[in-house]
């Protein structure tokens, strides 16, 4: 996955050799991210040699956030997420054995990055208001918890308040049709938020998923 696009600094550069040294030693049960990358790189370029605050609503096993924590070498990474899956792993005969130890897998995973990674557990609902009342505020938020539109709406809604004027949201899953009403699904919930907060936004990707910069 070469980034050679006009312009692009060597340094920007993330090839598929990069990638495999970043996974080295890891173990997972999953790969829902790899296929971000190439869109995550571009998106993210801007950030890459700042000191980004970066909040992941949904870590699961450390994929995407070992993705922040190596692409953006200056960030500081906060993980919300329950560790207990969501409703569609323990459904799927071949991941819920996963969850049991999901936490687990997370913390060997991200381990070299202890100093850099602040893992809280919790659902974004409990957790999300606690970082705001300790004004805490961040630069990227990566949405990518629940999929119900309703609980994805509350995490749009308390992700909206933590990110700075300049920041990016991005939303996971907005394309996902794994269920079959709009209710289990993230779509509903991400643009009737986005419809709450018109001209406070510029939408920068939609494809899979959806991203935009808050104004
Ligand atoms: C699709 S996985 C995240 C994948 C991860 N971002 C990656 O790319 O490697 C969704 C995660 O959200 C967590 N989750 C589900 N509902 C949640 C909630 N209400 N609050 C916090 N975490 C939640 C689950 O435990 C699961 O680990």
């Known amino acids: 996955m070469e980034r050679t696009s006009a312009g692009e600094r060597a340094s920007e550069v993330v090839n598929e050799a990069d990638i495999a040294r970043w996974y080295e030693g890891c173990v997972f049960s999953s790969d829902w991210t790899t296929s971000h990358f190439p869109v995550w790189t571009e998106v993210l370029a801007a950030h890459r040699h700042r000191p980004a605050r970066v909040l992941e609503i ?4 450390g994929r995407s956030a070992l993705f922040f924590l190596h692409y953006l070498a200056g960030s500081s990474l906060t993980c919300v997420d329950t560790f207990e899956g969501s ?6 005969a071949s991941l819920a054995p996963s969850v049991a ?15 850099r990674i602040e893992k809280i557990r919790g659902t974004s609902g409990s957790v999300l208001p606690l970082l705001g009342i300790a004004g805490r505020r ?5 949405v990518d918890g629940s999929h119900y539109a309703a609980d994805v709406y509350g995490d ?7 990110t700075v004027s300049g920041g990016l949201v991005l939303f996971d899953d907005y394309d996902w049709n794994l269920m079959e009403t ?5 779509r ?9 907060v ?5 939408e920068i990707h939609r494809d899979y998923q959806l991203i935009v910069e808050k104004l």
């Open 198 to 202: 018109p001209g406070q936004f510029r």
């Open 58 to 61: 949904g870590s699961w096993e």
């Open 182 to 186: 709009e209710s289990e699904r993230p």
């Open 101 to 115: 130890d999901v936490e687990r897998r997370f913390d060997a995973n991200t381990a070299r990055f202890a100093d």
């Open 87 to 92: 409703v569609e792993h323990h459904e799927n």
């Open 188 to 196: 509903l919930g991400i643009e009737t938020f986005l419809r709450t």
């Open 156 to 162: 749009a809604a308390l992700a909206w308040s933590l």
């Open 138 to 142: 961040f630069d990227i938020v990566y």
